[in-house]
């Protein structure tokens, strides 16, 4: 109940900021948190930063997979074009920033973890049959998918509103998408079920629950979200049947302050090539470009995507599957060989924010130790089959965005080194040693943890022995994985962010853009 309360006045005091800032929208549907406050994992800026770079900083992560709040498109995007930008920019900064640290802080203390789904019947009469008790019907649409000239349907279930001492809450479980097709005389039967590849009404955001009604086209149907709060994000992901399963056969997302968008990503699976758009989002680009109907991007390219996943690996494989998982049972712990760490500073993966998922495991990264003397950053591996998690590397920087490809884990770490910095005070020269960020390198390793290599390295300065007068800027190391190829960015705080391309093994590597452009680079 406590939770429920908790979503329900962050509702209202997201409907509350969002009229005082203007943010309003044409669509009609109610009311979905965060890195992706929305469901997301927000990196956090250096203390050091610029006041430009913190701003940048903090919607890093949410730019990811997702993610962590995207951005808006359809009838949201025409409303937010009526927006002031110069009062909200400078609003929608401030008021984004008290948000998260509210929400964050808010969270800290609630369980948010999901009951366990039912079953729904194999067989009925009607649609209606397909529903358990204490489930309704939240959307559903018509199609003949199995092509029977008999209706078919695809449609969302979520848990009925129930009394709790005297007030009437949302239950804790996930969203429903199901199927079911035509039988003949018999009525229907149930196609499938999947509680992964619908949003709740609490992963939203402020803006409130994210769905959006289903459509249909043949025998193909497209799944709609769209939330966030100044930063708005939306997703559109289309499924259609083949041979008797469906596949996931394209997507498209935005990521965006208002009505402007800064990332955009479609993926066809049919063509079997990805797009992706990415302009800046310091606030002082987008302020700059806000009027501009033609406004370019700062860097577009293709992608070559792997094999067409099932609706089944897709939902397994979303960013978000592991909210929904309802059993963390670990029977063992293992350490890679050279990784020593004692049980009580592992954290366990119903504890961790997890970096990737799919139908074997997941992958996640932890600070071990924070609090002790020495304090090292590890990546673990949770494996669903066997329920064994191993402890696979220990670093002494901070290790982020893990990802698993081809039977290789790869993931960005921070170069640490000490640096000289000169100040001045009270009219004396003076010469300070510390130890920061002077770099960020990609590495990859076997499954067990052996073989690390790095595979790609960026330094913001060659010689760190040199005297600087001024603090580096944040760095982070952002990356995407297909075809075999690398595509990554190198996040530079409020500097042009450079972005690559790469073999899997680092070779073959070249520039292919920056962000924002530097329109005398042809």
Request: aromatic share 12%; proline share 3%.
């Amino acid at each position: 109940m406590v939770k429920r309360l908790y979503i329900f006045l962050s509702i209202i005091i997201g409907i509350g900021t969002i009229y005082l800032t203007g943010c309003g929208r044409d669509s009609g549907f109610a009311a979905n948190t965060a890195e992706n406050a929305a469901i997301s994992d927000m990196g956090s800026a250096d203390d050091s930063m610029t006041e430009g770079e913190t701003d940048t900083a903090m919607l890093l992560e949410e730019r990811q997979d997702g993610g962590e709040e995207k951005a808006e498109s359809g009838e949201g995007l025409e409303s937010e074009k009526e927006l002031e930008p110069e009062e909200e920019l400078e609003s929608g900064k401030e008021a984004e920033s008290e948000e998260r640290l509210e929400s964050e802080e808010s969270e800290a203390n609630i369980d948010n973890a999901y009951k366990e789904t039912p079953h729904l019947p194999g067989t009925g009469r009607k649609l209606e049959d397909f529903v358990p008790e204490g489930w309704e019907i939240l959307d559903s649409a018509k199609l003949d998918f199995n092509e029977d000239g008999i209706t078919d349907y695809v449609g969302v279930l979520e848990a009925a509103m129930t009394d709790m001492d005297g007030y009437w809450m949302f239950q804790d479980y996930p969203r429903i998408l199901f199927a079911i097709a035509s039988d003949g005389a018999e009525g229907y039967r149930l196609d499938f079920q999947d509680i992964n590849l619908i949003r709740t009404r609490g992963e939203g955001g402020v803006f409130g629950d994210p769905y959006l009604p289903l459509t249909v086209e043949g025998a193909s149907f497209t799944t709609h979200a769209y939330g966030g709060s100044a930063w708005k994000w939306s997703e559109d992901v289309t499924y259609t049947r083949r041979d008797g399963i469906w596949w996931l056969a394209a997507s498209e997302e935005t990521y965006g302050y208002g009505g402007y968008i800064t990332s955009y990503s479609k993926d066809d699976w049919e063509s079997g090539v990805g797009i992706r758009k990415e302009r800046s989002s310091e606030f002082s680009d987008i302020e700059k470009n806000w009027e501009s109907e033609e406004s370019e991007y700062d860097v577009v390219y293709e992608v070559s995507l792997e094999e067409p996943m099932t609706l089944e690996q897709a939902g397994k494989r979303w960013w978000l599957a592991p909210e929904r998982v309802t059993d963390w049972e670990v029977e063992k712990v293992a350490y890679a060989e050279g990784v020593e760490l004692t049980e009580d500073r592992v954290t366990l993966p119903d504890e961790a924010y997890v970096d990737y998922c799919d139908e074997d495991c997941i992958l996640y990264r932890f600070n071990a130790g924070p609090d002790a003397d020495e304090t090292f950053y590890c990546l673990a591996m949770y494996c669903w089959q066997d329920k064994v998690l191993s402890v696979l590397a220990k670093e002494e920087a901070e290790i982020s965005y893990p990802k698993l490809y081809k039977g290789k884990i790869y993931y960005s770490a921070d170069i640490t080194e000490n640096v000289s910095y000169k100040t001045m005070q009270d009219g004396i020269e003076q010469v300070t040693e510390e130890e920061d960020t002077i770099g960020v390198r990609l590495c990859r390793m076997n499954l067990d943890g052996t073989g690390k290599e790095t595979v790609f390295e960026y330094r913001y300065r060659e010689n760190t022995e040199e005297m600087m007068e001024r603090g580096i800027p944040f760095l982070s190391l952002i990356y995407e994985i297909s075809g075999d190829e690398v595509v990554a960015e190198v996040y530079i705080g409020d500097a042009p962010h450079l972005f690559y391309r790469m073999k899997t093994d680092g070779s073959g590597q070249k520039k292919i853009g920056q962000m924002p452009k530097d329109f005398n680079d042809k």
